[in-house]
């Protein structure tokens, strides 16, 4: 029996899912979360074997918590479920140590399939996502620049990134037109839609 935690922060699909798992052979769904920080708590107390996670999670988004997961519960492998086909996330969840990456169209049929191949230790990676993300050019941003052009996603300002960056607002004027620069962006705003489009961010 393969022992599934499932995070996820819509009520009814999560329901769903769980229904739906619960009725497929061999799964046992022994945890639901709705938020990122819910997971690792909820994996420590229920030893899943693979945990299906939503990309994007209230609190932490799905990519940082199966990062950690991987970290501090080697033993549970993680699925990513994710209604943006993006290349560039496949290509952070691969980074994050995930075994699993799905499209939320997939039937529940196939999602069961892919959660007990996980479970064995295959990787399953949506074929037109992995086709998507080969033909698709690297991430040209640093760390850093990700970092400081994320939180201007988030709607920090200078002083406040710099503070949580601990950098000068020079500094971060020159990882931001840096990053604008790089992806041939007209300004901070454009760099932020290129680099979330691209699913870098």
């Not at 959660?115 to 050019?137: C, N, S, T, W, Y």
């Not at 990700?146 to 971060?172: F, H, K």
């Amino acid at each position: 029996m393969v022992r599934v935690l499932l995070a996820e922060d819509v009520r009814i699909l999560r329901d769903a899912l769980v229904t739906l798992l619960d009725l497929a052979e061999g799964i046992d769904v022994v945890a639901a979360v709705e938020s990122g920080p819910a997971v690792l708590p909820r994996a420590a107390e229920t030893a899943p074997d693979v945990a299906v996670i939503d990309i994007d999670l209230p609190g932490k988004d799905g990519l940082t918590v199966a990062a950690e997961l991987h970290d501090r519960v080697p033993a549970c492998r993680t699925l990513i479920l994710t209604g943006l086909g993006r290349p560039g996330y496949l290509r952070r969840a691969l980074d994050a140590g995930i075994t699993g990456f799905m499209l939320k169209d997939a039937s529940a049929a196939e999602l069961a399939d892919a959660i007990r191949k996980v479970a064995e230790g295959h990787r399953m990676i949506d074929p037109q996502l992995a086709l998507a993300a080969l033909e698709f050019a690297d991430n040209p941003l640093t760390t850093q620049e990700s970092r400081v052009l994320g939180l201007i996603a988030d709607g920090a300002n200078l002083p406040e990134i710099g503070d949580r960056l601990s950098l000068s607002q020079g500094t971060v004027r020159n990882y931001l037109a840096s990053a604008v620069s790089k992806l041939g962006a007209r300004n901070r705003v454009d760099a932020v839609r290129i680099a979330v489009n691209a699913g870098w961010l």
